[in-house]
């Protein structure tokens, strides 16, 4: 620029701030107006003059005006060196620079590289200059000769617009990224519902490029299997639809679609903003949830099991019809049932701590067991219970206490019971197994009867000695006391004769009656068994001498001493041998005593039947159950009787003790 042309229009007489910049007067330190405030420093400002003089003195007014100046420059190439190098705050660049590129060029490639305002000052003001100048986008035009204050406030006015535009662009950036990091589909709408913006998710929701759809009716992109418009434009309220099927070029996918109106500052409807929520799988993840249930509740309440949800403290909150009737009350009591109500409170108290258990870190999450049940209507029944936490109830350390801290609850016929603090439900099954049990009592009477008399059979005698003739240990000074008791062994004499002469009937309803003659003298705690055969084996409870089993003995004898009438009508005679051993006083073990009663029955045998006899322990010989069976006379070819024919009445024995 020549410094002539900004001579010749200088005013003479101005003030200090109307002096042209290139006047001689003296300056006067402006106010720090060139205090950048967000960086609490003074703004950096370049300059780019191709004449030196006058960008000194431009220097220099600048710099008392609270500017920095960072750079100089007179070409075009330097400047853009500076410019990148030093990152002024703004640039005053002069149009006509030395060099092959002028300001404008220079401005142009800077602004290329970074965002550093722009103003020119230039003596040009011709429309092709201020138009070539004008697409470097400047942020102030000024023209040679221009006063001080002029500049000063093209600086300010500059300076501030460029913190502004930053402001605005990282607000930009912020909402920008927002949008693009959000998953949900987001579209602006304008008034006429053509589309403004348009996010990625949107973009890979509804399969479609941004650039292709700007300015496009939303309708033509959102299409809906139900056929109903997307929205309705200018919505004065923010709204929300339900899940509908949206049709992309993907497929259906279900979306919530919500809508929220976009004003401006005057708060004028401008548009609006809708935002689509990908929620396929989610009602995918509800209807399977909604089938499982219905599964659930139709296997809950056509299952022939009885199923209830119970609380931890015994209430039970539903019940299918197969628990119904087990309760015995249909519909169930306003009152709701306790499940101490269906038995006794014992009953309750097992059942009480195995719910307690459930709920408890450490214990199985089910629980297995059968027990005694009483409907509300008084039917009892037995029961298999099956009980287990539903999933999600939370688990609970095991209180201090047992019981600690729960409120009592009426039971049954006003009994306390103690209920426990819930954990969560439980899935209550029960399953009535009365027939079960009553099967199980028929083959356990079987198993341990015989069929013919009634009376227990040997296995079930064995349990029975096992239990009440304990051996003796290896400690002598078991403090446990031994009740005695009285072992007999008693086998019937002159039985073979009826079976081989009046048949196995006959034979059969000999052994009853003996059998029922025998229950008839014993008392309710003695024992009775058939062994085998003809056999029997009698425990005595309480009985410590020879003298009181001798007495029973007796008894035992005389009642099966008497005539027996067959079926037939004839009367028979039969008769009794009967070996005693006395516990602990002989043996402790059960089949020690055993041998000792069979030895004493069998040489009461030979010493000619009908007798009872105890064991002696000093005895010289003991006659073995062979040798009697060799020995004894044949009942049938004795002269001395027949038992098979009817007879007198036997006169009473003589008993050897």
């Known amino acids: ?48 003059e191709d004449e030196a003089i006058v960008a000194l003195e431009m ?38 620079l030395k060099g092959p590129r002028d300001g404008i060029e220079a401005a142009r490639r800077i602004q290329a590289r970074q965002a550093t305002p722009v103003i020119y000052l230039t003596a040009f003001s011709d429309p092709a200059t201020v138009h070539r100048a004008a697409q ?49 589909a987001v579209l602006a709408i304008d008034l006429g519902d053509r589309l403004h913006f348009i996010n990625p998710a949107a973009e890979r929701l509804l399969g479609c490029a941004s650039a292709d759809w700007q300015g496009r009716p939303v309708s033509e992109l959102l299409r809906y299997a139900d056929g109903l418009p997307p929205g309705t434009t200018g919505a ?13 070029p993907h497929g259906e996918r279900a979306v919530d679609e919500s809508r929220a109106p976009i004003r401006d500052e005057h708060g004028r409807l401008i548009g609006q903003v809708c935002a689509l929520r990908d929620v396929t799988e989610q009602v995918q993840a509800e209807a399977a949830l909604r089938a499982s ?27 299918n019809a197969a628990m119904a009737q087990l309760l015995g009350c249909t519909p169930p009591p306003p009152g709701g049932v306790h499940l101490g109500q269906l038995g006794s409170a014992e009953d309750w108290a097992a059942e009480a701590g195995r719910l307690q258990r459930l709920g408890h870190t450490g214990h199985p999450d089910c629980a297995q067991y059968e027990r005694a ?25 095991p209180p201090a206490g047992a019981q600690a801290g729960v409120q009592a609850t009426a039971g ?36 341990s009867r015989d069929m013919l008399t009634g009376l227990p059979n040997r296995a079930a005698m064995n349990e029975t000695l096992l239990q009440h003739c304990r051996a003796r240990t290896d400690h002598a000074d078991d403090p446990t006391p031994r009740l005695p008791h009285a072992l007999m062994l008693l086998d019937l004499d002159h039985f073979k004769p009826v079976n081989d002469r009046h048949g196995h009937a006959a034979g059969d309803a000999v052994l009853a009656e ?96 009908d007798r009872c006899v105890v064991h002696e322990p000093c005895a010289a010989a003991e006659a073995t159950p062979g040798d009697v069976r060799e020995t004894a006379p044949d009942p049938i070819t004795s002269p001395s009787a027949d038992p098979a024919l009817p007879v007198p009445p036997h006169p009473e024995s003589l008993h050897h003790v």
């Open 1 to 48: 620029m020549s410094s002539g042309s900004t001579r010749d229009t200088r005013r003479q007489g101005a003030p200090d701030d109307d002096v042209p910049m290139h006047a001689s007067a003296p300056i006067r330190p402006g106010p720090p107006g060139g205090l950048d405030a967000q960086a609490g420093r003074p703004s950096r400002l370049m300059i780019v």
């Open 136 to 184: 470097t986008g400047p942020y102030g035009y000024l023209t040679k000769p221009y006063q001080l204050k002029e500049l000063r406030a093209a600086i300010d006015v500059a300076l501030c617009k460029h913190r502004l535009e930053q402001q605005l662009r990282a607000a930009e950036r912020w909402f920008s990224s927002t949008l693009r990091c959000v998953t949900d």
């Open 373 to 397: 049940w009483q409907g509300l209507d008084g039917r009892q029944r037995w029961v298999a219970v099956s009980v287990c936490r539903l999933p999600g109830a939370p688990l609970r350390a």
């Open 236 to 248: 004065p309220t923010p709204q929300q639809r339900p899940a509908r099927r949206l049709l992309t």
């Open 514 to 609: 003996a059998a029922r003659r025998m229950r008839s003298v014993l008392r309710a705690s003695d024992h009775l068994a058939r062994w085998g055969g003809d056999e029997f084996v009698l425990l005595l409870h309480g009985v410590a001498r020879a003298e009181q089993a001798t007495v029973v003995g007796h008894k035992l004898l005389c009642a099966l001493s008497q005539p027996i009438r067959l079926p037939d009508g004839q009367d028979v005679r039969i008769g009794a041998s009967i070996g005693v051993a006395l516990y602990p006083q002989h043996a402790s073990r059960p089949s020690r005593l055993m041998a000792l009663a069979d030895a004493a029955l069998y040489r009461g045998k030979a010493a000619g039947r």
């Open 293 to 319: 249930e219905s599964r659930f509740r139709g296997a809950f309440e056509q299952a022939p099991l009885g199923m209830a949800l119970v609380r931890p403290d015994g209430h039970i909150e539903q019940a």
């Open 59 to 96: 220097r220099v007014q600048l710099e008392h005006l609270g500017f920095e100046v960072c750079a100089q420059a007179d070409t075009a190439d330097e400047a853009v060196v500076l410019a990148a190098a030093r990152q002024p705050d703004l640039v005053l660049m002069d149009v006509v």
């Open 412 to 447: 049954p016929a006003g009994q306390a019971l103690q209920p426990l603090p819930p954990p969560g439900t439980l899935l209550y099954q029960v399953m009535d197994i009365s027939a079960r049990k009553a099967d199980e009592g028929r083959l356990s009477r079987l198993a």
